[in-house]
């Protein structure tokens, strides 16, 4: 079975050779994401039996906190590791488990699956969403490594991909422990062939992870210092923004600072690396662009631009208003529960299916605002600033839902706890097969 995928792998390499033969040239730090890829990583040491848990990129290995806080606190005597998959994805975990092992997930031919295997010993493996990597599920099920997923969901796009070929994925979703997964994905996960008895319904951890403080003034206030914004200056937060979104929100912006004089834009790529091509963008609009690394006292005046990893949440408390990105293209959203979490009022495009239930309860408790385009979004963000008393009461709601949803974390650790108390030793005195 693992040749067969192998050679089906193999054959869309081939494929798309070109393609990533032209990022692999334009961006030289992913040669070395590739070589850990292959399974070149460094042997664990100690004998203390071993728990890997992998999150794709920066929203999963977030959502995982509260899990692994949990997991270590309940299971001391179990050693943690971490895996992601893209270069942000890699810093935040670094960040985040500054006293775990961080590394690269390996790419799903049975050569470097045997091979991190074999390095990491794990006894057993939890994958945080969707992540269904059919050699890993064979070849950990061959030497007696429990898989289990959390916070488990298959957007649309994925299930898409899956069905095409649906008889590989039922053979291999069989070997999938135990899948505790988010309300509205569980019924496809069961489509796809993980049994029955092995699936729960068990929330979404993105909830526990996301702090809900219940006075965020001071940081507010450092922050906007930090940044030049006066108190009587309405700030945009444009969090995780795709191209072209940086273009509507200054067109948005632009609209708003003539009904709201003074009103300052804050943009937040979703992928720092993207900075400079925003920078330009503001620039060819006319206006000055200000980095968070080169801020200095004073401030000076223009559009703000986070050029930083890891301070998101905190500009998100110095918002008056929050716009979460990736929502006006075909792209499912960002995650809005943080500045929802925060008080702050939310705003989205049109397209948010990554974040479907949390959008759609923002929504029906008029916590939230959804836009269709520039001319939509810029009348929002003016009846905003124009009835502060209703952005507070939107906002105020937006953190009551977000409350309402927690505890799907300690559900998960009860069920992999389990999992843990009968998972075997694996036998790496033996080939995997």
Known sequence: MTLVIDILYLAFLLVTFPYYAVILLRNRELWGVLWERFGNLAPRHGSRPCLWIHGVSVGEVLAARTLVAELRETYPEWEVVVSTTTLTGRK????????????????DLSYAVRRVLKAIRPSAIVLVEQEMWPNLL???????????????????????????????????????AFCCSQPEYAARFLSLGVPPDRVAITGNMKYDAVAVPDDIGAARRETRALLGVADDEWLVLAGSTHAPEEEILVGA????????????LLLAPRHPERCLEVARVVEGRGHRVVRRSSLGAPPPDGVL???????????????????????????GGQNVMEPAALGRPVLFGWSMHNFQEVAQLLLAQRAAV??????????????????????????????????????????????????LARAPRPDWSREIA
Request: no cysteine; hydrophobic share 50%; glycine share 6%.
């Open 138 to 176: 064979i070849l950990s099920d061959a030497v007696g490594i429990p898989v289990a997923i959390v916070n488990g969901r298959i957007t649309e796009r994925a299930m898409r991909r899956y069905l095409i070929v649906r008889g590989v994925m039922e053979r291999f979703a069989r070997n999938v």
């Open 92 to 107: 935040v975990a670094e960040q985040t488990y500054r006293d775990l092992r961080v590394f690269y997930f390996p790419i």
């Open 253 to 264: 912006w632009e609209t708003l600072r003539r009904a709201v004089p003074g009103a300052r």
């Open 305 to 331: 631009l986070l050029d930083t990893i890891g301070e998101l949440r905190l500009m998100y408390a110095a918002a008056d208003a929050v716009f979460v990105g990736g929502s006006l293209l075909p792209h």
């Open 370 to 419: 959804q836009v269709r385009d520039e001319a939509k979004l810029a009348a929002a963000l003016v009846r905003l600033a124009r009835d502060p008393a209703e952005a507070a009461a939107m906002a105020a709601r937006g953190r009551d839902v977000i409350v309402r949803q927690r505890g799907a974390t300690a559900r998960n650790v009860e069920i992999i706890g389990r999992l």
